[in-house]
């Protein structure tokens, strides 16, 4: 098979780590297996060469290829520009476009990481949970929205949070059929006590558990969810929340794992096309400098072959590479411990080359 991929690197760290997820992919290709990469810009490098964090071209691409391996975008040189025309309305544009509702967000702890994160080992050593965020709904994309003056004379900012019945239904189906292949357990996170839209996510989660009695559904409140997951993240299996509770637990979950330079993650549709990217950012403090850590990215490549092309030895093979780099010891700034060796982007990219 030859895939066609669409590799949009978008700005800070992304060109670095992006290449070396594409040199991994071009390291596995053998007579059944090829990669037809096509590299377009996105984001504030999107802005630069056409004044569209989307350009055109680089949509067509993405519709014209089986999935995307995306970089990251943003950068201080952006922000000043107006919301239409900034880096990450390239990234909610794709979403959007492509009807990317679920996004997978895995955070597992390799052992040899336990003691890089910031929590006790004991505490999160063996961790294995799935955070599905629903990715194309809520106050992200709800209507009205917006700045403006009201009758006092002071400006008034609004944002809309809204869930229909369909789009909270999908979310929970790909909920439950993912944890039938984990632990079969489903905690919906919302915050029902104060908001109507997430009282009708309740109420729709709890119908759609009724075709997966052999799983076990719990509730909880974001605020209790954030507690747990520092207290005792060992507790969950699968996490399901839109959109804004899940931006923010997610980051707070990378962090159980050592480094949020560590997590990849899917943005999948439901013909199973997708968007792979790792959950970090941009970080334009360490571009260009050679030292952000690849293997979020490089994950993200293999959760492409095994969600949207069904190539699963392949995706094996690269997370058995990764993990046998961290076996070596090899360590990028953001996963070492005070006292370790160091290797930049580049030699983290070999290193799992060569163990490929
Ligand atoms: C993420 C990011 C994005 C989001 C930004 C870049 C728009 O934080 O993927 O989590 O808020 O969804
Ligand atoms: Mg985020």
């Not at 009695?213 to 509730?219: G, K, W």
Request: glycine letters at 8%.
């Amino acid at each position: 098979m030859t895939y066609k991929i669409a590799v949009l690197p978008g700005d800070g760290i992304g060109p670095e780590i992006t290449a070396q997820a594409v040199r991994v992919l071009k390291a596995i290709e053998s007579s059944a297996l090829r990669f037809e990469m096509t590299t377009a810009p996105v984001g504030g490098a999107g802005f630069d060469a056409a004044q569209d964090p989307l350009p055109a071209q680089t949509l067509a691409i993405c519709e014209a290829s089986q999935a995307i391996l995306f970089g990251s975008v943003g950068g201080p040189q952006y922000d000043a520009l107006p919301r239409a025309q900034r880096p990450e309305q390239g990234l909610l544009r794709l979403r959007k476009h492509f009807d990317l509702f679920a996004n997978l967000r895995p955070a597992t702890v390799f052992p040899e990481l336990a003691h890089a994160s910031t929590l006790k080992a004991e505490v999160v050593a063996g961790l294995d949970i799935l955070i599905l965020r629903e990715l194309t709904g809520d106050i992200y994309f709800g209507q009205p929205r917006g700045i403006r003056q009201i009758e006092s004379g002071e400006r008034e900012g609004f944002d809309t949070m809204r869930y229909t019945e369909s789009e909270i239904k999908r979310i929970g189906h790909s909920a439950f059929q993912a944890a039938r292949k984990r632990n079969k357990r489903v905690c919906s996170v919302d915050k029902a006590n104060v908001l109507e839209t997430t009282q009708l996510w309740r109420d729709v989660m709890t119908e759609v558990h009724q075709d997966y009695q052999d799983v076990a559904l719990s509730h909880m409140y974001v605020d209790n969810a954030a507690m747990q997951l520092v207290r005792n993240p060992k507790q969950f299996d699968v996490i399901v929340t839109g959109n804004m509770f899940g931006d923010i637990l997610s980051d707070e979950a990378s962090m159980l794992t050592g480094s949020i330079g560590m997590l990849p993650s899917a943005s999948i549709n439901a013909r199973g096309f997708g968007l792979y990217e790792p959950i970090h950012g941009s970080a334009p403090d360490i571009a260009g400098r050679g030292v952000a850590n690849p293997l979020a990215t490089i994950l993200s490549s293999a959760m492409m072959l095994r969600y949207s092309l069904n190539e699963i030895a392949a995706a094996d093979r690269i997370e058995a590479a990764v993990r046998s780099v961290l076996a070596k010891g090899l360590r990028t700034a953001d996963i070492a411990m005070p006292g370790e060796a160091v290797i930049g982007t580049q030699a983290m990219g070999n290193a799992v080359v060569a163990a490929l």
